[in-house]
């Protein structure tokens, strides 16, 4: 199995619209690139601690490519808008690709290239393209968020 981290804003919505697709064999909701270790959710939402809200997507590459993934990321939210997501304002919903490796940043910096390129977008790509950091999984709670409550997405 492999492993692939995105940020695209709140990470209940971009949590289930991974778990839809097929080769992911699992998703968990979290927080990384901030500063402060184990952070809540009370903490990450105060805007002080630089996380942002993500998804770990575990998957299997006979059955999907990374490349499918950031497919789907960059069809899930806008990337062309600064740390926001719909409602939600702050650098906690900021759009971001974390690589595990350099074959996912090549091809993460190749992906946004081309669709920065491709005139589909209003305006240039905001994500940011980091190394992974550690992954704070979010309280139990969040886990599968809209799935545990039979709701389709957030409704942004």
Sequence with gaps: MNIATFAAGCFWGIEL???KLPGVTGTAVGYMGGHNSNPSYQ????????HAEVVQVTFDKQETSYEELLNAFWAAHNPTTLNRQGPDIGTQYRSAI????????????????KLDNSGLLPSKIVTEIVPVETFWPAEE???KYLEKRGMGGCGI
């Design 141 to 143: 709670y969040h886990q």
């Design 17 to 19: 619209h991974f778990s």
């Design 43 to 50: 903490d990450v939402c105060t805007g002080d601690t630089n």
């Design 98 to 113: 974390f690589y595990h490796n350099e074959a996912q940043k090549t091809f993460a910096e190749l992906s946004k290239e």
